[in-house]
């Protein structure tokens, strides 16, 4: 209920907020640039033992929507996205015992960025900045024949350097670099046991994520524009320590998440409206 | 985790007779029951006594309570806890052989003995009757564990688990099983058991793993229902990397509250993949009274083909179709 107060406060500000993202290709100086969109991405997340041993592998097509705002005052330029995805991934892993298993996860994954950018020279060809983030990712590996099901709800804020290159600019089209460099702050997973063991939250350790996009920009009209935007994210965390496990309050083992990788491929596409 | 059927029983308790010392093991033995005619009226309730005998003998189906990684859960490796006997001293007897040997308590240093916290909580103390004075575990030792509120796996275990060693090699292990008024609580069922068996068990780590037993008579006490099983043979092969699990059995199953009696054989053996409920392919005979005789032949992970030969003349009436969960259903 907590992590659902706190999305609903972001999502506010992310859609009531100055703030764009996604637009910051597009936008003439002081309008604000409200955006929305669909967005296909492809997951790909890896689990893995200790000695660097893939145990669990998840893949599969996620469609979403993204949508925010930004704006230009000056050379600051301001921007939030929020982008959702859901739907249903392949898992190949194993069950606790070490036998090979197979099922389906069901993935929702939910991201809200806002960050602000300073126009180092007077067209915007080059921007750096600062940028924050929440990240939540409810995994839910369905159980099939005698093995049970697993819900994981992984949470993480982070903190990031931002940087956008322009590497094409006209006055109907721009084509940008976007970089991202992001650390996780407290990232977390709760897990559901399904009963089996009481619920129990881990911290995770943290493991530096980046991203790097390529925005494309099409003028539409006189305040609008197209953005097609493919780009590729590395992320993931670190192993949690070993905690005990209770069932029923009663100790009955311990527990820990391994360390994880993800590595996505996304191509949003998102019509920017200005005002 | 998944309810325990009477016939889980009969992995359990063996043995007041077999061992001759736990007990005088004649209240209501159910081995006295004499052979059932098997009619087309009683043959799949007979044929699905005797599966989850013998399913349940190495606990086949105890991985009900596996989890999938996610979260990697130290305490509930291998099957997940589960009451099946040879399953849990397998259990027990890899663990106490993989611990470092204890300090000397003897004057002659051939009686060693230790208290080591289970992961849940409680205690089980191991006590090793060094028969050859060499310091490690070898064959003709005694190993005795002593279960106190001992939470493993999901499993609460009380009373006594004795080894007498009769094979330790790298790759196998065997003993000689007893039960002393050991007492097993999955949090649902409790399961409570006096005997033993001869247990082999040989792993080769991460890639299969085989538990052999063979007995005279195991008998279980599970929610006031005794069940016996007599003259059995059976083995369990794991295969990690296809994810299978392949078993056979042969014995007499009784149960006394059924009024069943009949020899068993797997004809063909079970194979079943981990993550399944039931057998995917194999054949179980169950022979009674007159050389009656029940056939299951596992279709398919959710059907099953039963037929009978109720004048044992080796005329079979033509096969009928069951679900595995109305044949399971048969037996509760």
Redesign the interface.
């Known amino acids: 209920m907590r992590e659902r107060r706190a999305l609903a406060v972001l999502v506010g500000a992310s859609l009531l907020g100055p703030l764009a993202q996604a637009a910051d290709t597009a936008g003439t100086p002081g309008a604000l640039d409200l955006h929305l969109g669909a967005s296909v991405l492809r997951f790909d997340f890896r689990?893995l033992a200790d000695s660097g041993e893939q145990?669990?592998r998840e893949q599969g097509v996620l469609p979403g929507v993204v949508g925010g705002a930004g704006q230009t005052i000056g050379r600051w330029r301001w921007s939030a996205e929020l982008s959702h995805y859901a739907g249903s991934v392949q898992?190949d892993?194993?069950?606790?015992?070490?036998?090979?298993?197979d099922?389906k996860t069901d993935t929702t994954l939910t991201k809200i960025r806002a960050r602000v950018l300073r126009l180092l020279d007077p067209e915007g060809r080059f921007a750096v900045g600062l940028g924050v983030g929440y990240r939540q990712w409810l995994?839910q590996?369905r159980?099939?024949?005698?093995?049970?099901?697993?819900d994981?709800r992984f949470l993480a804020g982070d903190v990031s350097a931002e940087a956008r290159l322009s590497v094409l600019r006209s006055e109907a089209t721009t084509v940008d670099v976007d970089l991202q460099a992001a650390w996780p702050l407290q990232p977390q997973?709760k897990?559901d046991?399904g009963g089996?063991?009481d619920t129990?939250t881990?911290i995770l350790g943290p493991r530096p994520a980046g991203r790097v996009s390529v925005p494309a920009s099409w003028a539409t009209g006189p305040d609008s524009r197209l953005i097609i935007e493919p780009g590729f994210e590395a992320w993931g965390f670190g192993r949690s320590s070993?905690e005990p496990?209770y069932?029923?309050g009663?100790?009955?083992?311990?527990?820990?998440?391994?360390q994880g990788k993800g590595y996505n491929l996304d191509v949003k596409v998102v019509w920017v409206q200005s005002f | 985790?998944?309810k325990i059927n009477p016939w889980m029983a009969l992995v359990v308790g063996s043995a007041l007779a077999l061992a001759g010392c736990g007990g005088d093991g004649d209240d209501g033995d159910s081995s006295d029951v004499p052979l059932t005619a098997i009619t087309a009226d009683n043959a799949a309730g007979v044929s699905a006594v005797v599966y989850q005998a013998a399913s349940a003998l190495f606990d086949v189906?105890s991985?009900?309570?596996?989890?999938?990684?996610?979260?990697?859960?130290?305490?509930?490796?291998?099957?997940?806890g589960g009451l099946g006997l040879a399953s849990f001293a397998a259990r027990q007897i890899k663990a106490a052989t993989r611990r470092p040997p204890a300090a000397g308590t003897g004057v002659v240093a051939a009686v060693y003995e230790e208290t080591f916290q289970c992961?849940?909580?409680g205690s089980v103390t191991e006590r090793l009757n060094d028969a050859d004075d060499n310091g490690v575990e070898s064959v003709g030792d005694g190993l005795r564990l002593t279960f106190v509120n001992c939470?493993?796996?999901?499993v609460t275990s009380n009373g006594v688990l004795g080894f007498n060693l009769t094979l330790v090699s790298e790759a196998s292990t065997g003993a000689k099983v007893t039960f002393d008024n050991l007492a097993l609580n999955d949090?649902t069922d409790t399961i409570e058991a006096d005997g033993g068996f001869n247990l082999t068990v040989t792993e080769n780590t991460?890639v299969s793993e085989l538990y052999e037993i063979a007995g005279e008579t195991l008998a279980s006490t599970l929610n006031g229902d005794r069940h016996t099983i007599t003259g059995f043979t059976g083995s369990a092969a794991?295969d990690?990397?296809?994810?299978t699990v392949t078993y056979r059995f042969t014995g007499r199953v009784s149960d006394s509250s059924n009024n069943i009696s009949v020899d068993a054989e797997t004809v063909t053996p079970f194979v079943a993949?981990?993550?399944?409920?039931f057998p995917g392919s194999g054949t179980l005979r169950s022979i009674g009274a007159g050389n009656s005789q029940a056939l299951l032949e596992a279709l398919s992970?959710t059907l099953v083909l039963i037929s009978v030969d109720p004048e044992g003349d080796g005329s079979f009436s033509a096969p009928v179709e069951w679900s595995w969960s109305e044949l399971e259903a048969l037996a509760d």
């Open positions: 689990e145990l669990v898992y892993g194993q069950t606790q015992s070490g036998a090979t298993f099922t995994r590996i159980g099939r024949g005698r093995v049970s099901g697993l994981e997973v897990i046991f089996m063991f129990r881990l070993t496990l069932r029923h009663v100790p009955a083992g311990v527990v820990y998440q391994p | 985790m998944r189906a991985s009900s309570g596996t989890l999938p990684l996610g979260a990697v859960v130290q305490s509930a490796p291998g099957s997940a992961a849940g909580g939470v493993e796996e999901g949090g991460g794991s990690f990397a296809a994810a993949q981990t993550a399944d409920d992970l």
